[in-house]
């Protein structure tokens, strides 16, 4: 068949299609398109009227709209392309534009102080959006779906935003949260997975759960310093990351709050954070060192796991329990410092990785460095890891004071690659001052000349 021949056929069987179609009285097809299940087409909505002028709503009047409901839809039904809604109308009601996949453009007066639930779900054509400086509430799932949307400031006005509210507007690249918003819902920013930049404004305590859960776009993430916690699932799978603050207002992360952000390559942990719910980082595989504030007591089950990338994990003496498998299946990792706070250590904890039949294996090589009648000295009898007491100016742990230590600390010093990681160098840190310098390497070697130094070595 010629390619011409090709169009005709296609046009022929167009024509059938739409010949099919003429048969259906065209008043019928119009009030299934147009109209209500009642066919209405004005009367009352809550304190305001409507009216439908093709496939153009006008809502006028002062105070709120009508509220509707899954059972209860709105009387102008949801093939509306155009809302105008005049000054005075003061709400958006709940489920008004439920599903109103045609809905174009929308013009807000500065009257409107609330959007109700559900009150755009769905409307995938909506390009955008200016909501004014009015509305204070936006409700749950309210832009639900809108897949049309790139960009949505919040202004100042509004203090609270739903859950779901902008959930799978994959569209969305751009969120201003302004400054009055206190919370941000949860699952408010779910699977916005166009996302890319996302400014919080300064009145925000609390990431909601699962709020930018899925947000595979998102590169970085400024917090600011009014958020006190950073809620479940808050970032999880957030896998494009690289660049994330916590601010020292945060006290709780919560569990898996940054679970699979792969992308992070490093994350400070503020020391006002007291608590570091389960596997909050686990397969963060991009992180390479770790340091756990003082004032973390627990580090809760699974937390780090699967981050394969740390090679250095600083553990303070602040910590008393550290969970089940909170570093499992961290392969970089070749030993750790416990310190002998820590009372309870979890079952495979650290040390410990799965091979592709499921069956746990021992890292090779790994070492556990603590203090005799600890329980790491437990961990390390009871699953058979080797273990060596800290000794001051042992930089390479190997439990000896030997030359190498010296050389080690001289590698580190001329930013060479060294044996030991960081936490483990610091043993060379004779004069305990917090920082691995040319004295400490001097003080071994003068050790090793029995020569006397003001320090103890050993
Ligand atoms: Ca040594
Ligand atoms: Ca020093």
């Not at 746990?360 to 600890?374: E, K, L, S």
Request: aromatic share 10%; glycine share 12%; charged share 15%.
């Amino acid at each position: 068949m010629g390619k011409h021949t090709k169009i005709i056929s296609l046009l022929l069987s167009l024509i059938m299609v739409l010949s099919v179609f003429s048969i259906v009285p065209f008043s019928a097809v119009a009030e299934e398109i147009d109209a209500s299940s009642t066919g209405a087409r004005s009367g009352t909505t809550g304190d305001c009227t409507w009216k439908l002028d093709g496939t153009v709503l006008t809502i006028s009047g002062s105070g709120q709209m009508g509220y509707y409901d899954d059972r209860k839809r709105a009387p102008w039904g949801s093939s509306i392309t155009k809302v105008i809604l005049t000054d005075g109308v003061t709400s958006i009601g709940d489920y008004a534009f439920y599903n109103s996949m045609d809905l174009e453009s929308i013009t807000l007066p500065n009257s409107v102080t609330s959007i109700g639930d559900y009150a755009f779900y769905n409307s995938m054509d909506l390009e955008s959006i200016t909501l004014p400086n009015s509305v204070t509430s936006i409700g749950a799932y309210a832009f639900y779906g809108c897949r049309g949307l790139t960009s949505v400031t919040i202004p100042d006005s509004v203090t609270s935003i739903g859950g779901g509210a902008f959930a799978g507007c994959k569209w969305l690249t751009s969120v201003t949260i302004g400054n009055s918003v206190t919370s941000i819902g949860r699952n408010a920013f779910d699977g916005c997975t166009g996302l890319t930049s996302v400014t919080i404004g300064n009145s925000v305590t609390n990431i909601g759960e699962s709020a930018f859960v899925g947000c595979t776009g998102l590169t970085r993430v400024d917090i600011p310093d009014s958020v006190t916690k950073i809620d479940n699932d808050a970032f999880h799978g957030c896998t494009g990351l690289m660049s994330v603050n916590i601010p020292d207002s945060v006290t709780d992360i919560g569990v898996r709050a940054f679970v699979g952000c792969y992308g992070l390559t490093s994350i400070d942990i503020p020391d006002s954070v007291t608590s570091i719910g389960g596997s909050a980082f686990a397969g963060c595989e991009g992180l390479t060192s770790i340091t756990i504030p003082e004032s973390v007591t627990d580090i809760c089950d699974y937390a780090f796991s699967y981050c394969t990338g740390l090679t250095s994990v600083t553990i303070p003496d602040s910590v008393t329990s550290i969970g089940d498998k909170a570093f499992f299946y961290c392969t970089g990792l070749m030993g750790i410092v416990i310190p002998d706070s820590v009372t309870g250590i979890g079952s495979r904890a650290f040390g410990y990785y799965t091979d592709d039949q499921y069956w746990f294996q021992m890292v090779d090589g790994f070492t556990i460095y603590g203090y005799p009648g600890t329980a790491a000295e437990e961990y390390a009898n009871d699953n058979g890891f080797t273990f060596i007491i800290p000794k001051v100016g042992d930089a390479d742990g190997d439990g000896q004071i030997t030359v190498m230590d010296v050389t080690e600390v001289q590698h580190y010093l001329s930013n060479m690659s060294t044996q030991a990681d960081e936490e483990t160098l610091m043993f060379a840190d004779v004069d305990k001052n917090g920082v691995l310098e040319v004295i400490d390497a001097t003080f071994i070697l003068r050790y090793l000349a029995d020569i006397e130094i003001p320090y103890v070595i050993g």
